[in-house]
């Protein structure tokens, strides 16, 4: 996903330079053993077992790295630095069962864009819910929508307040093969609207391949960073991407990363 060209528009640098350690017996659990850049509208798939989630945890200034340092616009990140410029969509939708699809979609622009009126905030979410495809639905309760349309709220949620950063952890793992690539092409269709940077945790390679502009693939325990493979397929993509000789082997090529990352730990693992 690439930087929209704007005038005088200044790049936007993450730089991640971390580790984090189990609080028992110190291994690392996750590390990144070089500087790693996230720019503004970059899209980054992370793929693998260990330390993804922590990885996402440590970047929104949930956890603090045991060594290293997260700078944001270059300074450390810490929770008041970063509020209300980084939005997370988690495994679940964990929608308030309480408030309507519409009122879920607002919340987040009541905490982090105090500056719109309430107008404004319905205005942007009934904007944002017509763009999933979920006009119609605005005032149906979560208990009343199935598990994608629950997870299409989420990202609206996420996306409405327009935060700088959009962090998902394997937000599609839990739905059925269709509606995980149905929801694949309307996340790039929502995020063709802000361009905001999104690093995205997956098992999927396929939904790494296609989702990404660069995949970082990791290795088991001590998480660390294998491989960064730029993705080079052109946009928008579609279910023709998939169907490319170039796609398979672009997945080929991760699924070969992560075996004989397998296969190491697992020797290393008996040798121990």
């Not at 790295?65 to 616009?73: E, M, N, Q, T, V």
């Not at 864009?113 to 495809?133: F, H, T």
């Not at 093969?177 to 995020?191: D, K, N």
């Amino acid at each position: 996903m690439s930087c929209r060209e704007c005038a005088g528009q200044s790049e936007v640098q993450r730089t991640v330079n971390e580790q984090r350690t189990w609080n028992r017996d110190r291994r690392p659990l996750g590390r990144l053993q070089n500087r790693q850049r996230i720019t503004d509208g970059a899209a980054r798939r992370v793929i693998r077992y260990r330390g993804k989630s922590t990885l996402l945890k440590i970047l929104s200034g949930v956890l603090q790295p045991s060594k290293g340092r997260i700078l944001f616009d270059g300074r450390p990140v810490d929770k008041s630095k970063i509020q209300g410029q980084v939005g997370y969509v988690f495994q679940r939708a964990l929608l308030l069962p309480w408030r309507t699809a519409l009122q879920n979609v607002i919340l987040t622009m009541e905490v982090a864009r105090r500056d719109m009126s309430k107008a404004q905030r319905e205005q942007e979410a009934r904007r944002w819910l017509e763009i999933a495809g979920l006009k119609g639905f605005e005032n149906r309760y979560p208990h009343e929508l199935s598990g994608g349309m629950q997870q299409r709220v989420s990202i609206c949620r996420a996306l409405a307040f327009q935060p700088k950063i959009l962090l998902m952890d394997e937000p599609f793992a839990a739905l059925d093969e269709i509606t995980r690539e149905t929801l694949q092409e309307e996340l790039l269709s929502l995020w063709a609207q802000t361009e905001t940077t999104v690093v995205f945790i997956t098992h999927s390679i396929p939904e790494a391949v296609l989702l990404s502009e660069q995949i970082v693939v990791m290795s088991a325990r001590p998480g660390s960073v294998l491989e960064r493979i730029d993705v080079p397929f052109a946009r928008p993509r579609d279910e023709a991407t998939r169907e490319k000789p170039e796609f398979a082997a672009l997945a080929g090529r991760v699924r070969g990363l992560l075996r004989h990352s397998t296969s190491t730990a697992a020797a290393v693992s008996e040798e121990a």
